[in-house]
């Protein structure tokens, strides 16, 4: 250890004296001006950690769903989980060393657990968008690259394809970034038209017409409907917001493929479709046995009991594969409207109700009547209102032909929510 480095970098991540902070079920998570050091230590941590597994660990610096103005870091030990029992209290103590005793505690720390810090180091680390998260890695990395560890900050490269989930996996999307460093959200829209083209195609190979049938919800985007009814003639249905109501109207059909645009969705396929695509692919010759073989194995890879982000990606990964798409032709398959959505607080969420699949707002008197003035005005428009079952707001969606209009709708739909 080089502890004069230590030192210099250390006060240039001063703590504050006093400052007491406990490594809890998330790890650190306090407003985002008292963690500088505790960032700047975890690194540190990280690297003796490392150094002691002989493996890769983890950083990841986020406050999830906290507010804003919070951020919060934790470490992840080399197989993904989470940090032992034994480190969480060496991060405590660390964390909370006052400036002249920390370098005392670091040395204690590898001497206790036996750290050979000849060992090579390398430390990940991650960081959510929030406003603070950018400097705080930043100190994580001082605290990583004074140790001797090398790091490695995700970088998306352009025209690559990228995929997220959300923290319970059953959301997925995808993206990239084109040349010209614009970013490209492919969302459960495009997911089900990837999708559902794939499996009709599929039925087309083998000769079989059953039906199939995409369900959205008010936010899929009007041109993924408009490409899925005119150009891929699928039948779309809508429903209300949430996933049970997708997956109750996909039950319907022979084939539901169902998603809504945050990337909740996947297909269901009803028991006779199951038995008659696995009698195909014994019964049928050649270029339709095929088909109906490969048929029975995507049915076997997709999730039928809930969207589940993994076995999405491993669907569209071999959609992409088998059809050799790239993420740009993909994209290209239409062009998303621009849309816009806010959130509108009002006194009562529940004096706005909803008919028409949450298309159509029934009361208060007159909302609807002025909704559809609006929408008048814009081209390609449409616009719409619903109380979150979430939150306690009412949401506001709107979409024209451009983000200027559709900014505008938005805005003038909540002022006429109020
Ligand atoms: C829930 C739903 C999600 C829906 C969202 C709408 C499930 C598993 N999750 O997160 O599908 O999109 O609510 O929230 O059904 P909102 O009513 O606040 O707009
Ligand atoms: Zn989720």
Redesign the pocket.
């Known amino acids: 250890m080089d502890l004069g480095a230590i030192t210099k970098y250390s006060a240039l991540h001063a703590k504050p004296n006093g400052l007491i902070l406990q490594y809890g079920t998330a790890g650190f998570r306090t407003k985002a001006e008292h963690l500088d050091h505790v960032m700047f230590r975890m690194g540190l941590l990280a690297v003796l950690r490392s150094k002691q597994t002989k493996s890769t660990i983890g950083v990841m610096v986020t406050a999830s769903h906290n507010p804003e103005e919070d951020n919060g870091v934790k470490l992840v030990d080399p197989l993904g989980e989470m940090l032992a029992p034994s480190w969480e209290e060496h991060a405590t103590c660390l964390a909370n060393a006052e400036e002249q005793d920390m370098q005392r505690v670091l040395i204690d720390i590898s001497e206790k657990e036996a750290v050979n810090l000849q060992q090579d180091a390398f430390v990940v680390i991650g960081r959510d968008t929030r406003p603070s998260s950018e400097k705080l890695s930043q100190s994580v990395i001082d605290g990583v690259t004074v140790l001797g560890g090398q790091f490695h900050g995700m970088e998306i490269k352009s025209n690559e394809r990228c995929c997220s989930f959300d923290g319970d996996a059953?959301r997925i999307v995808y993206y990239y970034h084109d040349a010209d460093g614009h970013f490209h959200l492919i969302d459960g829209d495009k997911i089900a038209t990837l999708i559902s083209s794939f499996l009709k195609e599929l039925l087309v190979e083998i000769g079989e017409s059953l039906n199939i049938g995409v369900v959205q919800?008010a936010?899929a985007n009007g041109s993924s409907t408009r490409y899925l009814e005119e150009v891929m003639k699928v039948p779309v249905y809508c429903t209300k917001?949430?996933?049970?109501h997708l997956h109750h109207k996909a039950q319907e059909f022979d084939i539901g493929v169902y998603f809504?645009a945050?990337g909740?969705g996947t297909a269901l396929f009803s028991t006779a479709v199951e038995m008659k695509i696995k009698q195909s692919a014994e019964q049928l010759e050649d270029k339709k046995r095929k088909a109906a073989k490969m048929l029975e194995n995507i049915i076997d890879l997709f999730n039928q009991a809930a969207g589940d982000a993994i076995s999405d990606m491993l669907v569209i990964e071999a959609i992409l594969a088998l059809k050799g798409l790239t993420v740009q032709q993909w994209d290209a398959l239409y062009t998303d409207l621009p849309n816009r959505q806010l959130k509108v607080q009002v006194a009562d969420r529940r004096v706005i109700s909803t008919t028409d699949a949450e298309r159509q707002a029934v009361t208060p008197p007159g909302l609807q009547e002025a909704i559809n003035d609006l929408v008048k005005k814009y081209k390609l428009s449409r616009a719409f209102v619903?109380p979150?079952?979430?939150?306690d707001v009412v949401?506001v969606y709107a979409e024209a032909d451009s983000q200027e209009s559709a900014d505008h709708l938005a805005h003038e739909v909540s002022l006429a929510v109020f």
């Open positions: 059953d919800t936010y917001t949430g996933v049970k809504e945050n909740h619903r979150s079952g979430t939150e949401r």
